[in-house]
């Protein structure tokens, strides 16, 4: 385009109106001016055509980016709420199985419970450590290369720019549900007859230091220490969920549901 708009004002200029003197003179020197004015123009004509044409490659290859970065955040969210519901349903049989364990410490149940049922409950409540652990290599690849800024939704790239920071808030929380799971398993160790207890569960045939026996699992309900831990692992457990695991999950849900949103418009 620009090369046809050259030869036409080249073809004007090579055939000027007849003039004689000073006037040819003249006219021969606004012919060289609208010449180098003409050669200006299409000089930037043509440089705001390739910018242009840049600009639209680089709007392109963004868009193409970003679809590939949703589609693996996709991937990597999807997985990660699949972990996250994995550990509420741990988490829940904990708390169902510590409730058990405070159960037992009633009158009732002090008399009737055997040693086995104790030792399986502690088992159940104290045997699984609930850890969310999400894989986030690529959302740390898409914040850490800044092509966290060419995705077009802004909630969603407001809630990806803030997930890491909620992760962080999980672990403190499942720091403190852990201090107490090992501090109520420290005072079995102390109090209770380990070899009876795990033959109980059946990890060991039979138990041989039989002068232990009235201190297997169930004599753990006398200690007013060991009931406070169990109550104390409990409700740090119940906080865990309600306040963090089930928030997460919806988060994630809704990351989700964006980044779905936005696949769709491509």
Sequence with gaps: MIKFFRLIRQKLLSNPPEHTGSARAGNRFSKYLLYAIGEIILVVIGILIALQINNWNLTKQDRKTEQENLLALQKEFSHNITILQKVILQNNENIYSAEKMIQSFSKTSKDTITEQTMAIYGSKTFGVEINFEPETGVLTEI???????????????????????????????????????????????????????????????????????????????????????????QSSSNVTNQAFYEPMEKEIELILELIAKRVKEF
């Design 143 to 233: 914040i850490s290369s800044g092509q966290l800024k060419i995705i077009q939704n802004n909630e969603l790239k407001h809630k990806l720019a803030g997930f890491k920071s909620k992760f962080h808030e999980i672990e403190q929380q499942e720091k403190e549900v852990l201090e107490y799971r090992n501090m109520a398993i420290k005072q079995m160790i102390n109090e209770a007859n380990m070899e009876r207890v795990y033959a109980d569960l059946g990890l060991r045939k039979t138990y041989i230091n039989t002068e232990f026996e009235v201190t297997g699992a169930k004599a753990m309900l006398n200690s007013l220490p060991f009931l406070n831990q169990i109550v104390l692992y």
